[in-house]
Each structure stands twice: as structure tokens, then as C-alpha cells.
């Protein structure tokens, strides 16, 4: 026989070795290089001031691009102040900032983009900032307004101004129970004359009488506190 066709069987074998020798080194290889892709940190560049001046007629199609970037990491934070509280100006605020620039009515931008920076990464003055920019360009948007007022009261600590941006979302078609959550927190901040000027609204624009009465109980309360 051959010596050819004796070793023909040992050729053949040839590519599963090395395809098997291959495998083994990659599990190796990943198994070292595993801790360092654990440790592995995301270092995301927010895009150049005055974006907007570069577009030249593109504004919208890249406000749409980079807002698609955004949402893939609503909650990054490169550098936390504290536990789950992101440090002022984040990557996502401005993201969300360069969006809206482009796009100043980019709704969801304001809407969505407002509550991951509240809620989510904590970056109080980025959040600030946007639903304030958002309430500009939305003034009678009653949602947008409701979760500006509850930044406000939960993460800003300002109460008369939650208790203003409430009103404006029960004007602007929100639930009714927002005007009474309103007068609470005006008659909070210890502001009588707000409380009692809502509590006229409400009478005049013929509001549920049961809101009407808990508001001016209310009132009455802080007339008797206030003694």
C-alpha cells in the first residue's frame, strides 16, 4: 500500500485539530481576559456645544440620530455626587439638551428625557434644566407640566413652584385633583394669599364643589394656624 494513502487519514484530521486547539485558546484566552471585561467602564462623549450651527439644514435628522443614541444609555452617569445621585450636567442632560436644540419641539425629548434624568440617573440641575426649557416650549402641555412639578416637589424641594406648574397642568387639561393638590402645597409653603387666589379660580371656573370645600377647610386651617 501506498505511503500516501497511509497518511492520507492523518491529513484529513488535520483541520479539526487545529480548529479544536483554536477553541481551547479562545476559552482560555477569555477566561483570563474576563475580570477586565468586568471591570470594563463606559466613558460616553457628549456631543460639542452650538451643535446646531453645523447642521446646516440637518437638524432634525440628527436630533433624531442622537436622541437614538440616548435612549440605548438612559441610565449613564459618569460621575456620581453620591449613591444613585449623578453629578450636575450628565452626559444624557446634555444629549437631551443638543436634541432639543436642534429640535426645540422635540416633545419626547422633554417628556421621556426629563424623567430618566430625574428618576433615573438623579442628575437634579441637568432635570431641572430641561423641564424648565420643556415647560417654554410646551406651556400648555399637561403632562410635561405634571412631571415638572413633580421634579420640583420631590427632587428640587420647591414647593410654590410644584404648586405653580400643577395649576398650569389642571388649566391646560389635567385631572381635577390637580387643583387641590395645588392649594396643598401653596398653604405648605405657607403662601395664604396663593392658596386663597386658587381657591377663587376654582370656585369661578365651577370645579368640583368637594375639591372647592377640602381647599377652603384647608384654608381655614392655616387662618387658624396662622393666629
Not at 483570563?32 to 447642521?55: C, D, G, N, T, V
Not at 430618566?116 to 442628575?123: C, R
Not at 428640587?156 to 390637580?178: C, I, Q, S, T, Y
Request: net charge negative; with cysteine; hydrophobic share 40%.
Amino acid at each position: 500500500m501506498s505511503s500516501k494513502l497511509i497518511l492520507l487519514p492523518y491529513f484529513q484530521r488535520i483541520p479539526s485539530l487545529v480548529l479544536g486547539i483554536l477553541s481551547f485558546s479562545l476559552i482560555v484566552i477569555s477566561h483570563y481576559l474576563k475580570p477586565s471585561l468586568q471591570s470594563y467602564e463606559r466613558h460616553l462623549i457628549a456631543p460639542p456645544h452650538q451643535l446646531e450651527r453645523f447642521a446646516f439644514g440637518y437638524q432634525e435628522a440628527i436630533a433624531d440620530t442622537l436622541w437614538i443614541r440616548s435612549i440605548q444609555d438612559f441610565d449613564y452617569c459618569e460621575s456620581e455626587v453620591a449613591e444613585r445621585i449623578c453629578n450636575g450636567n450628565s452626559w444624557l442632560y446634555q444629549m437631551l439638551d443638543t436634541i432639543t436644540d436642534l429640535s426645540p419641539h422635540f416633545r419626547i425629548a422633554y417628556a421621556a428625557g426629563g424623567l430618566a434624568l430625574t428618576v433615573i440617573i438623579s442628575d437634579i440641575e441637568g432635570a431641572t434644566k430641561l423641564f424648565d426649557k420643556g415647560v417654554e416650549a410646551f406651556p400648555n402641555d399637561w403632562p410635561i407640566l405634571y412631571r415638572a412639578a413633580y421634579h420640583q416637589l420631590y427632587e428640587v424641594k420647591n414647593k410654590e413652584r410644584a404648586a405653580e406648574l400643577m395649576k398650569a397642568a389642571a388649566e391646560n387639561g389635567g385631572p381635577p385633583w390637580l387643583y387641590s393638590l395645588s392649594g396643598r402645597l401653596y398653604s405648605d409653603a405657607g403662601n395664604l394669599q396663593l392658596a386663597e387666589a386658587l381657591l377663587q379660580e376654582m370656585i369661578e371656573t365651577k370645579q368640583d364643589e368637594s375639591l372647592i370645600k377640602r381647599l377652603r377647610d384647608k384654608i381655614e386651617s392655616m387662618k387658624i394656624e396662622a393666629k
